[in-house]
């Protein structure tokens, strides 16, 4: 089983950035997806952004693009969010998703087999 990791959460101004990281452990394969969801109390987890491993094709929710940007790590098995220009209403506990996802599905929380712990990012106006 992947174990997921995250890291890079916090407090900021609106207008202001922060970069969240996910670094996975185990195996991946062929069609592996990571990603990242956002969820407020009472709310269902909103896809943010996703990354399909083998190509590195990008995925992003209308909310987010030309904001967040997905990128994968060289090194390792990770993925970064680079969150610029943050809202308020961007205020959410993010968490890294990963699995062998179909590409169709990648916007469904329900699809992934791991999820992260949860970082909380809070964007004050």
């Known amino acids: 089983q992947v174990q997921l990791e995250e890291s890079g959460g916090g407090s900021v101004q609106a207008g202001g950035s922060l970069r969240l990281s996910c670094t996975a452990t185990g195996r991946i394969f062929s069609n592996y997806i990571m990603g990242w969801f956002r969820q407020t109390p009472g709310n269902g987890r909103e896809f943010v952004s996703a990354?399909?491993?083998?190509?590195?094709?990008?995925y992003y929710a209308d909310s987010v693009k030309g904001r967040f940007n997905i990128s994968r790590d060289s090194a390792k098995i990770a993925v970064n969010l680079q969150m610029n220009s943050l809202k308020p209403e961007d205020t959410a506990t993010y968490y890294c998703a990963a699995g062998g996802v179909s590409r169709f599905l990648i916007r469904s929380a329900n699809s992934y087999s791991s999820w992260g712990q949860g970082t909380q990012v809070t964007v004050s106006s």
């Open positions: 990354i399909r491993w083998r190509d590195g094709n990008l």
